[in-house]
């Protein structure tokens, strides 16, 4: 099993749509969203929403099957559920995913696992370094709502 985070900015005065969006995943909802879940091979999801440097964020850890795929597999996903939930980003985050299936991932760039946590990224503390593509449509977002530091 694979671990993703990813750093989503939402559009500008769309934080308190976004609350009521995840309200709606986790209530009328929630059928729909586990099957898609299940079909994308998402085991677990969890995320926080912040601001930084005046830019509303999204913060999305995931357990998946294959973090390789998980994009394009909801990219080219045809189920209307899915198709909702595209839409849905884009109007929150401007987030076209069928264009950009690489997503916004973090670099992963420590792991401490405790000894016996049966991790097996590394044990004892060591560092691994592994550069993700983080895509530029974070980079151009800040610069657009001029927060580009």
């Known amino acids: 099993m694979a671990?993703?985070?990813a750093a989503l900015p939402l559009l500008p005065g769309k934080g308190e749509e976004w609350r009521r969006w995840a309200q709606e995943l986790q209530g009328s909802r929630h059928a729909e969203y586990a099957a898609s879940r299940n079909r994308l091979g998402i085991h677990f999801e969890?995320?926080?929403i912040g601001t930084v440097h005046g830019v509303e964020f999204v913060f999305v850890y995931l357990e998946?099957?294959?973090s390789a795929e998980i994009c394009a597999r909801l990219a080219s996903s045809s189920h209307?559920?899915?198709c909702w939930y595209r839409k849905k980003l884009q109007e929150l985050h401007g987030l076209d995913i069928a264009q950009h299936h690489r997503?916004?991932?973090l670099e992963d760039a420590f792991v401490w696992p405790a000894p016996g946590s049966g991790d097996c990224a590394q044990?004892?503390?060591t560092p691994v370094s592994r550069?993700?593509?983080i895509?530029?449509?974070t980079i151009h977002t800040l610069e657009r709502n001029g927060n580009d530091g």
């Open 46 to 48: 969890r995320s926080w």
């Open 135 to 137: 895509d530029t449509q």
């Open 131 to 133: 550069m993700q593509e």
């Open 64 to 66: 998946v099957d294959d």
């Open 3 to 5: 671990m993703v985070a």
């Open 80 to 82: 209307p559920f899915d």
């Open 123 to 125: 044990e004892g503390g």
């Open 103 to 105: 997503s916004l991932l």
